[in-house]
């Protein structure tokens, strides 16, 4: 997302971070292979993992997680009804995405898991970035 985002020259206009549900990997870079996936594409992954907390929902207008389960922590976490309503799947966004479909954990298969991650995000980002223009960009 945050590829996409310089790419259209919305940088001044769209604040991207990820953070996950667990407190797995804080400080690290992402997984190497994703890493590598990503730079074949001309995408820099250099963010440090850290965990979502509840003040993240006054920060951020849209919550987005990758499948269910994330997204049953994060509304279990969430303090009331407007942060729930930021949560969304992130292939939410891809008109051309099942409802509901989730962005599969590659972490235990091999390099075509990541670039199937890399694409379901991808599309998704692209239609983030449409909403965004429909709904709050000038």
């Known amino acids: 997302m945050k590829h ?7 940088a001044d206009y769209v604040h991207v971070e990820s953070a996950g549900t667990a407190g797995y990997h804080i ?3 992402p997984d190497r292979r994703s890493r590598m996936a990503a ?3 001309g995408v820099a992954l ?10 993240d929902f006054e920060r ?3 919550v987005l997680a990758m499948d269910d389960a ?6 279990a976490l969430a303090p009331d009804a407007v942060a729930k309503a930021k949560i969304r ?13 989730p962005v599969p954990d590659p972490y235990h ?3 075509d898991g990541f670039e199937l991650v890399l694409d379901l995000c991808e599309a998704a980002c692209e239609g983030l970035i449409e909403h965004l223009r429909r709904e709050h960009l000038p």
Do not use: I
């Open 60 to 62: 951020f207008d849209y």
């Open 4 to 10: 996409l985002v310089a790419r259209d020259g919305l």
């Open 109 to 111: 298969g091999g390099p």
């Open 39 to 41: 730079r074949a594409r």
């Open 89 to 101: 799947l992130l292939t939410a966004f891809d008109l051309e995405a099942a409802p509901d479909a």
């Open 27 to 29: 400080g690290e870079l």
């Open 46 to 55: 250099e963010s440090r993992a850290r965990q979502f907390t509840r003040a």
């Open 70 to 75: 994330n997204r049953e922590h994060l509304l």
